[in-house]
Nanobody, 123 residues
């Protein structure tokens, strides 16, 4: 059974940095799409970044966020720099992608989700 557990969420001031971790069990992180999403109450979950053979990012985070992986530890990271108040959200990692890769940002294409980790950025 595939399980994902996020960690690293915290409260920071604008301009600060955080690194989120997604520990994956029951699946290998190489050769599979592992994605990061975020959600605020009342809004749809939105794709932030994903890593397959290379990384892809939503326009809102390009140049500030970097996704990477630690293969021996089967963990995917999301390094977030120059954080803004609008980055405040619950962040989730997702796996079990099934669909056209061009739609990696759609949460409907993922089968497995972690419980999330909260990121709060104050002005």
């Amino acid at each position: 059974q595939v399980q994902l557990v996020e960690s690293g969420g915290d409260s920071v001031q604008a301009g600060g940095s955080l690194r989120l971790s997604c520990a994956v069990s029951g699946a290998i992180i190489t050769g599979n799409v592992i994605a990061w999403f975020r959600q605020v109450p009342g809004k749809e979950r939105e794709g932030v970044a994903n890593l397959l053979f290379s990384a892809a990012y939503a326009d809102l985070v390009k140049g500030r966020f970097t996704v990477s992986r630690d293969v021996p530890n089967n963990t995917v990271y999301l390094q977030m720099n120059n954080l803004k108040p609008e980055d405040t959200a619950m962040y989730y990692c997702a796996a079990g992608f099934n669909g056209f890769y061009r739609y990696w940002y759609s949460p409907d294409n993922y089968k497995y989700w972690g419980p999330g980790t909260q990121v709060t950025v104050s002005a």
